[in-house]
């Protein structure tokens, strides 16, 4: 494979070099930006009247409507990895974050990264959490594969990390209000899949139709109230029925405690995809093998944009985020 | 230099499909010079005094009105221009000498003042006639601030309604004129409509007595005007209609009308001359609906300053006026307390000139229904001095449900009164924070 421009800055760069003369970035990596892939507003044409007249206040001069902007709707695609960050109906801002990146070439196999946190709406700057967490989640996750580190050993030092950055936000003299979010995050190999986890977001594995890989389900435990008393012998209908049975048992935050992620590696053996999301989506289709039906089989930016419009329809209640990686991680072309 | 500040508040959620965005608009001017010289020539006061022959029945009136003058003419900055009139089926001026306006100084003040003491009265009302020349005295002056008071005593006889309309159609915009009716034989709605349409104010001075404060509070509020012709102008979107733009706080005034078109999608609504000063408009913009989910700007409200000396008009302020469609009825059913505060002083005003309306015509179903709710309006906004107003026209049994009785005798004053003071609003106490 031939680099001839940086990916982080596209500065022109030679085949044989490593990391860019400009930026000082690995040429073999990839990522999201730091601060989410954010669409500049008072871009192109107005989403609503496509006219062009749209104001530096995000809102159309002809026809009034408010342009998609900022952390509204985030969207990013690179080939092997894509995915959608959407505000949803009702909430009036989007808190959810998401960061991703690959590593390709190089001595490591291809892999990729990706991590989704939804930020707590009852903290303050739930959304400057997420994100935070989010981008320095991955760092720690890219420079581990870089380096050829364990994928589970980084997971678990991508959370410390998060929990650094989230619980440096919280206000010392408001304890309530500490910001905080959850956490979901995959290391992709060409053989693995490396999972972690805190608070109800959720990692699939969806098998591809006709696959001879394990079969289609979730691959983390909600941290509820209700999950921890199925765990302690409740049936389902008794743990859902307590008082807030949907509450977080745990969080990233500076009023987390002492946590440590859920970590789990699993070889699929076979062709799929691994999905990260927010409950803004899997409260819609909880179901791994109803989420298999539902997903267009060719992946990509098509299955989350796809995904997404389907919680939107569905009433789009909370932040939907939708990150998608094909198993394995090499099919697809990279961007 | 006068700055404006606008703030809208709302409940900017709208079910799915509705369509109707209401907000209160809240403009506040500050940084308006204060002092006892107005800058030589920016400023013009026209006194127009009735001078019909009913102005010596009681004799009082005619005394106090000339007291009253003399009291504005006092009350004059040094270097205002000024003139007086006097209303008869005629009119005449009385001074300057001369057709024209003169420059307030001690001099011209003391002659004016001598000028008023001979007026006498005698001869009929046309008050088109007496606007008509306010209007041409202000036409020979430079002055951008341009304020008139219009005193009468009895009602429009001695032109028809049409040449007293067309009148104003004409001056409409060239100066502002606060009226006031002495005594009880003047008509409520005719005076309304002068001072609407010249966006001054109206009331009753029952007692002539009462007039020389009553003067020099007009003239004081007119001497502490530091910027005129402002207009409001308000942007909406394609496909948008504006249902109404009313002034709803001090009193209030449907502007609806008045819209001068600005393209592309704005329109311009005359309010006047500012001093420092906050003002509440209500804006009600029906655009087409969008999906749940999607936020449109439903409209933009700024203050629009003419230029002086030839440079540009300013546009200062800027409030936006948002519409996002929800599927969360706790969010879209949420009632602003402005919106719902000035909808109900809007109610209040129309139920109590309907009333009166109905009560004069002999219909005392209508006059009850309307007056009751008047009572149950003012009772639950707590406006006390509308209350006790009313009270004096009805009989109350139950404030709370607007049971009411029409009071046998009405004293002609209590209900004009009533009429006159049904559009002066009461200010909402604003919360201290808003929701996001």
């Avoid at chain 1, 800055?9 to 930026?23: H, K, L, N, S, Y």
């Avoid at chain 1, 500049?40 to 989403?47: I, M, S, Y």
């Avoid at chain 2, 003047?186 to 007039?211: H, S, Y």
């Avoid at chain 2, 307390?337 to 209040?348: D, F, I, N, P």
Wanted: proline share 5%.
């Amino acid at each position: 494979m031939t680099v001839s421009n940086c990916p982080g800055c596209g500065t022109a760069v030679g085949p044989e070099d490593r990391f860019c003369e400009e930026c000082g970035q690995s040429l073999l990596v990839q990522r999201t930006p730091v601060g989410g892939p954010v669409i500049e507003p008072a871009g192109g044409a107005c989403v609503a009247c496509g006219g062009e007249n749209v104001g530096a206040d995000g809102f159309c001069e002809d026809c009034g409507r408010g342009q998609p902007s900022g952390r509204d709707r985030m969207e990013a695609d690179f080939g092997l990895v894509v995915g959608v960050s959407d505000k949803g109906k009702r909430r009036a801002r989007n808190e959810d974050s998401m960061a991703f990146g690959t590593v390709l070439g190089g001595d490591a196999p291809p892999t990729v990264v990706a991590v989704v946190c939804d930020g707590v709406a009852t903290s303050d700057r739930a959304d400057n959490a997420s994100q935070r967490a989010v981008d320095e989640a991955t760092t720690v996750l890219l420079d581990a594969v870089l380096e050829n580190g364990d994928p589970a050993a980084a997971t678990k030092a991508a959370v410390a990390r998060a929990i650094e950055v989230v619980s440096q936000l919280a206000d010392p003299n408001v304890p309530g209000t500490a910001p905080s979010c959850t956490f979901v995050s995959a290391v992709v190999t060409p053989t693995e899949v490396t999972v972690g986890s805190v608070g109800d977001s959720r990692v699939y594995w969806l098998a591809a139709p006709g696959s001879a890989a394990m079969s289609s389900r979730v691959l983390t435990v909600d941290d509820t109230v209700a999950t921890e008393l199925m765990a302690e012998g409740l049936s389902e209908e008794e743990a859902n029925a307590v008082y807030q049975a949907h509450a977080l048992s745990k969080w990233i935050g500076a009023d987390a405690g002492e946590i440590e992620p859920r970590v789990v590696t699993i070889s699929p053996g076979g062709p799929g995809h691994v999905l990260l999301c927010s409950d803004g989506l899997w409260n819609y289709v909880p179901d791994a093998a109803a989420l298999t039906e539902v997903m267009p089989a060719e992946g990509g930016m098509t299955a989350a944009a796809e995904l997404t419009a389907l919680a939107l329809k569905l009433g789009g209640h909370d932040n939907i985020t939708t990150v998608l990686v094909p198993f394995p991680p090499t099919e697809g072309e990279d961007s | 230099m006068t700055d404006f500040a606008v703030e809208v508040y709302q409940n900017e959620y709208l079910a799915a499909g509705s369509t109707e965005v209401n907000a209160i608009v809240t403009v506040t001017a500050s940084g308006a010079p204060t002092g006892p010289a107005a800058p030589s020539g920016s400023a013009a006061e026209v006194i127009i005094v009735d001078c019909s022959g009913s102005m010596h029945v009681p004799r009082t009136k005619l005394v106090s009105a000339k007291q009253a003058t003399a009291a504005a003419i006092d009350t004059l900055r040094d270097g205002v221009q000024f003139a007086v009139v006097a209303g008869t089926d005629e009119s005449r001026l009385v001074y300057p000498y001369q057709h024209g306006m003169v420059v307030a100084t001690p001099q011209t003040r003391a002659e004016a003042k001598e000028a008023v003491k001979k007026l006498a009265a005698n001869g009929g009302t046309a008050i088109g006639k007496w606007l008509r020349l306010a209007d041409s005295l202000f036409s020979s002056s430079t002055a951008s601030m341009r304020h008139a008071i219009l005193l009468t005593d009895g009602q429009n006889m001695h032109e028809t309604p049409r040449q007293l309309a067309n009148t104003l159609r004409d001056i409409q915009g060239h100066f502002v004129c606060d009226c006031r009716g002495v005594g009880t034989d003047w008509e409520v709605k005719e005076l309304r409509t002068i001072a609407d349409t010249l966006l001054g104010t109206v009331d009753i001075v029952a007692e002539p007595e009462g007039l020389e404060a009553d003067f020099r509070a007009m003239t004081a509020g007119a001497m502490s005007k530091a910027v005129a012709d402002v207009a409001l102008r308000l942007w909406t979107p394609m496909g948008a209609t504006i249902k109404f733009v009313k002034q709803v706080e001090p009193t209030l005034a449907d502007l609806t009308a008045r819209r001068v078109e600005v393209p592309p999608r704005s329109g311009d609504y005359p309010t006047g001359s500012w001093g420092s000063e906050t003002r509440d408009y209500h804006v009600c913009v029906q655009v087409p609906a969008a999906a749940t989910g999607e936020k449109m700007l439903a409209g933009r409200v700024s203050l629009v300053v003419p230029g002086t000396a030839g440079s540009e008009e300013q546009v200062l302020g800027k409030g936006r006026i948002l519409a996002v469609w929800t599927d969360d009825t706790a969010l879209s059913t949420r009632i602003n307390r402005e919106v719902a505060h000035y909808t109900g002083q809007a109610e209040l005003a129309a139920a109590i000139q309907e009333g009166l309306e109905a009560r004069k015509a002999g219909d005392v179903e209508t006059a009850t229904a309307k007056l009751g709710r008047a009572v149950q309006l003012a009772t639950e906004i707590g406006h006390t001095d509308t209350a006790k107003l009313l009270s004096k026209v009805v009989d109350v049994e139950d404030a709370r449900t607007g049971t009411v009785r029409l009071k046998r005798k009405v004293a002609a004053v209590d209900e004009m009164t009533l009429d006159t003071r049904s559009s002066k609003t009461m200010r909402v106490r604003k919360k201290q924070s808003t929701e996001s």
